[in-house]
Nanobody
Framework: QVQLVESGGGLVQPGGSLRLSCAAS????????MGWYRQAPGKQRELVAV???????DYVDSVKGRFTILRDNAKKTVALQMNSLKPEDTAVYYCNAKLTDSYRRVNDYWGQGTQVTVSS
């Protein structure tokens, strides 16, 4: 059974930093594409950052230069280092794993979410 457990959310002032972590279990972590999504109140969930199984990374434009996604295959963890936080970064952040099965179907797995609030 795949489990993704996030930690590290909280309240931070504008300009501050937070680091989110996601610990995975019950899955072949090294072959999964790992990502962080967020959902703000009244908005659709959006992809924030992805770290593919082949080592590629990508970010939504609004966080480029401020956020960094980190991956440790040995520890089965993925982290999101968030710097220079802005109030518009306030959202629930979700860890996501995408695994392709033997039928070439992509299966999505989600963590429970962690709240990030950027406010003075």
């Amino acid at each position: 059974q795949v489990q993704l457990v996030e930690s590290g959310g909280g309240l931070v002032q504008p300009g501050g930093s937070l680091r989110l972590s996601c610990a995975a279990s019950g899955m072949a972590f090294s072959i999964a594409d790992m990502g962080w999504y967020r959902q703000a109140p009244g908005k659709q969930r959006e992809l924030v950052a992805v770290f593919t199984s082949r080592g590629g990374t990508d970010y939504v434009d609004s966080v480029k230069g401020r956020f960094t996604i980190l991956r440790d295959n040995a520890k089965k963890t993925v982290a999101l280092q968030m710097n220079s936080l802005k109030p518009e970064d306030t959202a629930v952040y979700y860890c996501n794993a995408k695994l392709t099965d033997s039928y070439r179907r992509v299966n999505d797995y989600w963590g429970q979410g962690t709240q990030v609030t950027v406010s003075s």
